[in-house]
Nanobody
Framework: QVQLVESGGGLVQAGGSLRLSCAVS????????VGWFRQAPGKEREFVAA????????LYAESVKGRFTISRDNGKNAVCLQMNSLKPEDTAVYYC?????????????????WGQGTQVTVSS
């Protein structure tokens, strides 16, 4: 079994930055993918970014491209999401998830393991 635990959420002003971390435990292979999703009140859960567990290739939603960076946490079994130039529209609960597939799917159903989520609130 794979377990994921998110941390790093909080309250930040527009234009500020936050760094989320997803700690991953259990057996994970280099071909697996870890993705970040978010869900705001009254909105559907949406894809944010994904990375291959081995690092390297990444995929970003158009709404966060150029502002967010997904990466492996150096020396740790974790994936981070560095969020810069935050906007009020980024306010949501952010979830990390793991997919056993070989690609970087931006689809909820392709991810089999999920964390509990961490709240990100961006004020105007």
């Amino acid at each position: 079994q794979v377990q994921l635990v998110e941390s790093g959420g909080g309250l930040v002003q527009a234009g500020g930055s936050l760094r989320l971390s997803c700690a991953v435990s259990g057996r994970t292979f280099s071909s697996s993918a870890v993705g970040w999703f978010r869900q705001a009140p009254g909105k559907e859960r949406e894809f944010v970014a994904a990375i291959r567990w081995s690092g390297g290739n990444t995929l970003y939603a158009e709404s966060v491209k150029g502002r967010f960076t997904i990466s492996r946490d150096n020396g740790k079994n974790a994936v981070c999401l560095q969020m810069n130039s935050l906007k009020p529209e980024d306010t949501a609960v952010y979830y990390c998830a793991q997919s056993p597939g070989v690609g970087l799917p931006p689809y909820d159903s392709w991810y089999h393991y999920w964390g509990q989520g961490t709240q990100v609130t961006v004020s105007s």
